[in-house]
């Protein structure tokens, strides 16, 4: 409604927290019932649900609400290199509701999200506190799909219970910006000779055995000569 606009001043208390419209019209210029409803504004850092109705009063709640961004790194086969962000890392994101999507709203159907060319997914700052269970779906191109789970605990105090794919546990910090960052790594994938199903060393070791075989005939028959 034009010109109804109220605002609770920032460190309000008491009475100041209320805010009251009066002589607003009852019916439209057809004759209807007009059926009035609060929406607030984004609070950054906040999340907001609205109760109540018109009859009876409004009450908006603001819960802190938090985001937080993963970075994806690649890391070579022996563990001791670092080879930077990695793109195209798929990763699920669940809690109790369900799906967790970029911008922060949950679903029930399933949502992926893809590291991009910075090697980061980030989801935005509307996350309550609660439990987030992360998981790698699929690794980038050359790069082991590790195992497991992560969990990112987030409390109402500003702080997150991090578990890795390892089990350690680590307390974070939000930044300015209200958000949680977490670091994952893919370990680079080597080629190797298969060591069931197939042949595999056997036939490098039998050739290496004829060798040596052939090696011994031919010093045995030099020294009858």
Aim: proline share 4%.
């Amino acid at each position: 409604v034009e010109g109804q606009d109220r605002t609770i001043a920032a460190g309000a208390t008491g009475d100041d927290l209320t805010v009251t419209w009066r002589n607003l019209p009852k019916r439209d210029a057809d004759g209807n019932e007009i059926d009035y409803s609060v929406e607030e504004e984004p609070l950054s850092g906040y999340s907001s649900e609205v109760t109540g109705s018109m009859s009876e009063g409004f009450t908006v709640t603001n819960t802190p609400s938090f985001g937080f961004s993963l970075l994806k790194k690649g890391v070579s086969a022996d563990g001791k290199t670092d080879e930077g962000p990695l793109s195209g890392a798929e990763f699920t994101i669940t809690t109790d509701g369900g799906y967790v999507n970029a911008d922060g709203s949950i679903t029930t159907d399933v949502v992926t999200l893809t590291t991009d060319s910075d090697g980061t997914i980030v989801v935005a700052n509307t996350l309550r506190p609660g439990t987030y269970t992360i998981t790698e779906t699929k690794a980038p191109d050359g790069y082991q799909l590790p195992k497991g789970t992560m969990t990112l605990v987030i409390k109402g105090d500003g702080t997150a219970e991090f578990t890795s794919l390892s089990g350690a546990t680590s307390t974070i910090t939000k930044n300015d910006q209200g958000q949680f960052s977490i670091t994952v790594s893919d370990v680079k994938a080597v080629d190797h000779l298969p060591v069931t199903g197939g042949l595999g060393v056997w036939p490098l070791f039998l050739v290496g055995v004829a060798a040596v075989a052939a090696a011994v005939i031919e010093v045995g028959l030099s020294r009858r000569q």
